[in-house]
Structure formats: C-alpha cells, structure tokens
C-alpha cells in the first residue's frame, strides 16, 4: 500500500547510550538524504545501502550540526513495515533524540502514532494480526516463558493453526456448494457424512486451543494469588521469603498488616502477582475492619490462595473461617511455625480441605519455601497444557473469536445431525470461518484493527 512518510523515536526515554530514530515510508531516503552528511560531505543516498554511515545530522535550513550520528537506509520490501526505512541511531538522552526526532518532521515525515510501524508491517502483508499482537506481548513479556510464548506466536503458532482449520473449513463450503448446485440423493448422504466428521475434527481443535486459555491467561496477566490467614501467623513473613527482601512490616502483634501488598514475583518462570493481606479477624478497628474487607475482596478474584495457619497455636474459630473461605478455592495450606511445639493436627485440617496440598514451614528458619514453590511448579506444570510444545492462546480477542467460532461449528454439527437443509448449515459453517479469520486479521474491521494497535507503545 501506498502510505506517507512517519517517524517516531523506538527506544525508551531517558539517559542511554544511543537513541534510535525511525522513519518509514515512500519518502524516508529523502528525509534522511536532506538531513544528514557524512564525514566526506556525501548525503545518505550517496552512501551505501544496509550500512552504518557515520557522519552528523543537521538541519539543512542553517546547516547547524544537530547530533553526531550513525545512519543506515534500507529499501522496500525487505523492511519491519515492507517500505523504506532509514534510522538514525543519535546520542541516548531526550535532548538528542528529540532534536534529531524535529528534524525529521521538518523535512518531510510525520509522526507516527502508536503502533503504526507494525501497523504497516501488517497492512503490507509482512507478518498477520496474530502475529502484530505477538510484537507487543514479547515487548511487555514479564517472564522467560511469556516471552518464548509470545515469540512462537510471532513465528506463526497461533496462524498456522488457524490457516489449517479455515482450510477445512472452507473445502466444507465448496462441498456443501457443489451439493447444493447438484442435488442427488446418494451423494447428500455422503455429503452429511464427510461435513460431520470435519465439523468435528475442526471442532476439537478448537477445543484444544480453548484448553490453553487459562495457562496463556497467567503467563500474560501473572497468577493472582492470595495471602490469606488470620492474624499473625506469618503472612507478610512469607511475603518477604518469597521476595528475598524485607518488603512488608513483620511484628509479633498481631493486626500489622492493615492494607494489602501487591507485587510482582517470577517462581521457576511462572509469574505470581502475589498479595499480601490483613489477618482475618472480627475487628472493631476501622482501619483495620477495612483491610479485612478488602482481603475478602481479594480473595474472591484469586487464581491462587496461599493459606497459612500457626501450628503452635490450636485451630481458632478465625482459622475455620478461613478454611469455609478456601474450600472451593485453588489453594495450598501452609502450616508454619514447624519450629515451635505444634498444637494443631494435621489431620484435622485434611478432614476439613480433603483435596488441598499441605506444607510445614517456619518461615522465620526459611524452611518449607523450596517446597511451597515446587507445589507451585507442579500445580501450574502439572495441567493438561505443556507450555513447550503447545500453541498457547494468550490472547483475550483470540479467546473471544475462539468462542464464537465453537459455536458456530457446534450449531453446524447439530443441523447436520437433524438432516437439515444445507444451506442452513453453511451460513454456521461459514461464521465459522469469518471467527477464526478474526484471529489472523483475514476478516476483521478496520475499527478492531485501530483499536489493537492504538494499545501499542509510540515508535513500534
Ligand atoms: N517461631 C516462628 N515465628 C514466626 C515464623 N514465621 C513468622 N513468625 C513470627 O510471627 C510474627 C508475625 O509474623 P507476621 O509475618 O507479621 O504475621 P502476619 O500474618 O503478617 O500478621 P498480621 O499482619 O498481623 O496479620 C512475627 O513475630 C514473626 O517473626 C515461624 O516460622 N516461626
Ligand atoms: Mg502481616
């Protein structure tokens, strides 16, 4: 397509070594050409393609030097966005590249909004809209694994499954067409029979896309998990074990913590956004009625509750409201306090969270953490989804289309069940598709569109 010219700075403000400038479009080499000399007085189209020239950057309506640059053009297709790109590598720092960035727009480019370099990469059918999405999750990928994700999806995981299963579908289309045009009994069995097994085919699939979601949903947004237990028993002492850092206020009286803690922590590459509570206790402190609000608030939208009880002290009417609290809940008991004489029977606790993983800790010894995070590991790993070798859907609109693609099948395979006409069945065969060419950017909007890269950083 034939876009005009944008630039933005691509490197993140602030004192750095270099800054990178980025212009793209028909008239990139002549922006760049009009504003930058080398140390031989030749002007960038004069120098090679692909190479780092080093020379300045000035402005050519009073030859003023701006910065002491290296530059470099390279000319469509073989570009992030398949147009001319030049980009100009200045001195870090945000008088420089704003400097050099001015320049730029005063010679002929404008500035890019968010997104609109991979916008273009895309519209020029360089990379699909799976695969943009995946650009900006490896940006913000906060893990190892999110990031190998993201990255697999960028090399086409998620497209690739999609193109295989519009592929069947659409020779279901051309089937039921040519049944349509040519009505013979026999061949309408036969018909039914091969549309019902390809419906089902693409509809496992796509359940086993489905399967993924809630792993992909933690590698992207963390696994909120839940410090709850009443007060006292070693909560924010935890928090600060698994931190490796004094982060929250640890005394022995109990009603320390009054607000929640949030942070961010990597557990062998799953990622915790863990929250530490008020202890739980019938209270008529203000402050700290509130903070017991709020954990309950907490505790209703976790992944995952961490509950801690004192084995040195019996079981309290505040504890078995805690366990009421967790029972349907994901959840892992941590009895800690081992070092001290226990008055609690483990057994007890069974009885009450049959299904729950118990662990010993003393925190205060540091014992029982490798323990709590192995659990982790093995509750995480141990799901039906291996993050390896497995296509990992991350993405919220992906899941949506998903969804709406499942039924589409679904009712699909109900009206052939039901010997219904064929052209009731290809309209849902044919939602089908347009679903699953959301994912990929085939059939989408241009509304959907501009709304998925207006989430984007400025300058990618
Ligand atoms: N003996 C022993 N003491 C511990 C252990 N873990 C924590 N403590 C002590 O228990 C007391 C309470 O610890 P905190 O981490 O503040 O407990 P909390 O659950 O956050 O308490 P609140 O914020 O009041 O709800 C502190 O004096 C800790 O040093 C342990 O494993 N063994
Ligand atoms: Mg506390």
Redesign the pocket.
């Known amino acids: 397509m034939d876009f005009d010219t944008i630039a933005a700075i691509s490197t993140a403000p602030g004192e750095a070594g270099i800054g990178i400038i980025r212009i793209s479009g028909k008239n990139a080499i002549d922006v760049g050409d009009k504003i930058f000399k080398n140390k031989k007085q030749f002007s960038l189209k004069e120098c090679e393609e692909r190479k780092l020239n080093y020379g300045y950057v000035f402005n050519p309506k009073d030859g003023k030097k701006i910065d002491e640059v290296l530059m470099v053009y390279i000319k469509a297709p073989y570009t992030y966005t398949k147009e001319d790109i030049v980009e100009v590598n200045c001195h870090g720092g945000i008088i420089p590249v704003r400097r050099v960035l001015e320049v730029v727009l005063e010679n002929g480019a404008r500035l890019a909004e968010r997104g609109e370099f991979t916008k273009r990469a895309f519209l020029n059918g360089r990379i699909d809209l799976s695969q943009a999405e995946a650009v900006m999750d490896l940006i913000s990928a906060k893990t190892d694994t999110s990031f190998d994700v993201s990255l697999n999806q960028l090399e086409g995981s998620i497209s690739n499954e999609v193109k295989k299963l519009r592929n069947v579908l659409l020779g279901m289309l051309a089937h039921v067409e040519a049944s349509i045009d040519f009505p013979e009994d026999d061949v309408e069995d036969l018909t039914y029979n091969s549309l019902q097994e390809q419906g089902n085919f693409v509809l496992g699939k796509i359940g086993k896309l489905l399967d993924t979601v809630y792993t992909g949903k933690i590698l992207r947004e963390g696994l909120r998990t839940v410090i709850l237990?009443?007060?006292?028993?070693?909560?924010?002492?935890?928090l600060?074990a698994i931190l490796r850092e004094n982060r929250?206020?640890?005394?022995?009286?109990?009603?320390?913590?009054r607000d929640i803690i949030e942070e961010y922590v990597n557990i062998k590459g799953i990622p915790l956004k863990i929250v530490?509570?008020?202890?739980i206790r019938e209270t008529e402190d203000i402050v700290e009625k509130l903070g017991v609000d709020r954990a309950k608030e907490f505790l209703n939208q976790a992944d995952l509750v961490i509950a801690?009880f004192?084995t040195?002290e019996e079981l309290s009417k505040e504890d078995y409201d805690i366990i009421n609290l967790i029972k349907d809940k994901k959840a892992i008991v941590l009895l800690?306090?081992?070092?001290?004489p226990s008055r609690i029977d483990e057994e007890d606790i069974k009885k009450h969270l049959p299904d729950k993983r118990i662990i010993n800790?003393?925190?205060?010894?540091n014992?029982g953490i490798d323990k709590l995070e192995e659990i982790l590991e093995d509750m995480f790993l141990s799901s039906e989804v291996k993050i390896s070798d497995n296509t990992i859907v991350t993405n919220v609109r992906h899941r949506d289309q998903l969804l709406k693609a499942k039924d589409n099948i679904e009712d699909a395979l109900q009206s052939l069940d039901l010997s219904m006409p064929l052209d009731c069945i290809e309209v849902d065969i044919k939602n089908c598709w347009e679903n699953l060419g959301e994912i990929t950017g085939d059939t989408v909007g241009e509304d959907i569109i501009d709304k998925i890269f207006s989430e984007f950083c400025i300058g990618k």
């Open positions: 237990g009443k007060p006292n028993v070693g909560k924010s002492s935890l600060n929250a206020i640890v005394t022995d009286i109990p009603g320390t913590t530490d509570t008020a202890g801690v004192d040195s800690n306090k081992s070092d001290l800790t003393s925190i205060s010894k014992e």
